[in-house]
């Protein structure tokens, strides 16, 4: 009987002593875990904050989990700054395209405005007009190419703030207004309701955005006018460009934003096919978007949605 209660106690500790030794493991384990995890955090801060260098940490401590860590994080803090000296390369490149253009163009219009005032044979005035017409176009193409890549690379940066919608229907009709009216059209702002709805966009590139529709329903109208009309939503203020020109058929709707994409309809009009890219990267920047209704010889309707908030 006391054998018994002998191998009882011996089993007894033995098994109180495994218990606390697995106790003990876990908890070992438990503090090498979150030793480990929190400097693979200290790697993350440092990665996000700029700071992380091979030297953060100590290959001997670590598993090879937090070292193959440690080589992403380095992989990616060199193909960050790779990418900003490329974006930096890009900045410079089209900072001298701009300038070495701009020079040539402006005296090449001069020429031509000189040209045109002497009196030169009815071939040569037309030969005049058209290398104008031609040159102006090669001046907008540049422009507009510089903008684009500039927006894309990132080095245009839009700083969306809390402005009243109204401002941008003022600015559209002093600037749109004579074109429509050479072409015999009408354009149409309507204000009623519209001095207190407020939106949150970039004024300068929203302007630019809203132009480039209303530029497009002038261009590819031909009777009767564009209307431009502003309803609240509740998240978004959208901007209507409604017109009664050429329309767009169904199966062209999603193409007409994509970059230098114009229809066959409009081939013989002038521009590049930049407008309404430029238009939908613009408010996207912004965190709206645009939407077009339309029907084959029946007018377009563009909408551009600003946020509310």
Do not use: C
């Not at 953060?56 to 989990?65: G, H, N, R």
């Amino acid at each position: 009987m006391g054998t018994i209660n002998t191998l009882s106690v011996v089993l007894l500790i033995i098994g109180i002593a495994s218990l606390a030794a697995a106790v003990v493991l876990a908890v070992i384990t438990y503090y090498r875990r979150k030793k480990a995890l929190l400097r693979m955090r200290q790697m993350l801060e440092a990665a996000i904050e700029g700071t992380f260098t091979e030297r953060t940490y100590d290959e001997s401590l670590y598993s090879a989990v937090e070292n193959k860590l440690s080589e992403y994080l380095n992989a990616s803090l060199t193909s960050a700054r790779r990418t900003a000296e490329e974006k930096d390369r890009i900045k410079t490149l089209i900072a001298d395209i701009s300038h070495q253009t701009k020079t040539p163009i402006s005296n090449i219009l001069m020429y031509t405005e000189l040209l045109k005032e002497q009196e030169l044979p009815e071939e040569a005035g037309q030969s005049v007009a058209l290398l104008e017409s031609q040159t102006q176009k090669l001046n907008f193409l540049i422009a507009s190419l510089v903008k684009l890549s500039r927006l894309e690379t990132g080095i245009i940066v839009l700083h969306p703030e809390e402005n009243f919608v109204t401002g941008l229907l003022e600015e559209a009709y002093k600037q749109f207004h004579h074109k429509a009216e050479e072409k015999g059209l009408y354009l149409r702002m309507e204000r009623q309701d519209v001095q207190e709805i407020k939106a949150v966009f970039d004024e300068k590139w929203t302007r630019e955005a809203l132009g480039n529709v209303i530029d497009n329903a002038v261009k590819y109208t031909r009777a009767g006018g564009i209307t431009v009309t502003v309803k609240a939503y509740e998240m978004f203020v959208g901007i209507e460009v409604a017109d009664t020109g050429i329309g767009i058929a169904e199966e062209e709707q999603a193409k007409i934003f994509g970059r230098f994409y114009r229809t066959m309809e409009v081939s013989g009009e002038e521009g590049v096919g930049i407008g309404l890219y430029l238009t939908r990267q613009i408010l996207q920047m912004e965190g709206g978007y645009i939407k077009v209704t339309s029907e084959a010889g029946k007018g377009a309707k563009f909408t551009l949605y600003l946020p509310r908030d």
